[in-house]
T-cell receptor, first 110, second 116 residues
């Protein structure tokens, strides 16, 4: 059965800290891995990763994929209170479906 | 960027009512749209894949007669929860993806459905 596992489940940090969120997967016919940020409403797209070893970067956020070891990490440097959210990892199979992990709840305190 | 609009954002209604939720891709065409359901503090669960001009594909355990999906155009899909009951109360989210390889799904803001 396809599955996506995220860790940690929750994380509490102070502003300025750097965090690393983990996502491992076992999915048949892998096509891509995506990271989303979910605050109060629906998820907003952060990154899509398809190739191993190529870092994607957007401001203080970056992500990388390892297709051999079947995992991805999302890094957030110099965290701010606005980074507080649930971060979702999802894997897209060739069936077009997204399989979501349970998410990591990040809380950043001033 | 790609924008997906979902309406209404909140519905409160009596048991037995049918509720329609609309999902629109505002600045792109979406051959495929997706409907998810999310329970509190849980992740998104795919309910069905909506294909323009054809029948939706439902995930195992999702009642197709209960959750009617129509994808009449390349920018609009609707989900109708028929004869809703309290156990149907949930957060429903749609997504759409632009045509082409390696396009991410973009999500609407969701609809919180409460059945009294």
């Amino acid at each position: 059965e396809d599955k996506v596992v995220q860790s940690p489940l929750s994380l509490v940090v102070h502003e300025g800290d750097t965090v690393t969120l983990n996502c491992s997967y076992e999915v048949t016919n892998f096509r891509s891995l995506l990271w989303y940020k979910q605050e109060k409403k629906a998820p907003t797209f952060l990154f899509m990763l398809t190739s191993s070893g190529i870092e994607k970067k957007s401001g203080r956020l970056s992500s990388i994929l390892d297709k051999k070891e079947l995992f991805s990490i999302l890094n957030i440097t110099a965290t701010q209170t606005g980074d507080s959210a649930v971060y979702l990892c999802a894997v897209e199979a060739s069936t077009d479906k997204l399989i979501f992990g349970t998410g990591t709840r990040l809380q950043v305190f001033p | 960027g790609a924008v997906v609009s979902q309406h209404p954002s909140r519905v409160i209604c009596k048991s037995g009512t049918s509720v329609k939720i609309e999902c629109r891709s505002l600045d792109f065409q979406a051959t495929t749209m997706f409907w998810y359901r999310q329970f509190p503090k849980q992740s998104l669960m795919l309910m069905a894949t909506s294909n323009e001009g054809s029948k939706a594909t439902y995930e195992q355990g999702v009642e197709k007669d209960k959750f009617l999906i129509n994808h009449a155009s390349l920018t609009l899909s609707t989900l109708t929860v028929t004869s809703a009951h309290p156990e149907d109360s949930s957060f429903y989210i749609c997504s759409a993806r632009e045509t082409g390889d390696y396009q991410p799904q973009h999500f609407g803001d969701g609809t919180r459905l409460s059945i009294l």
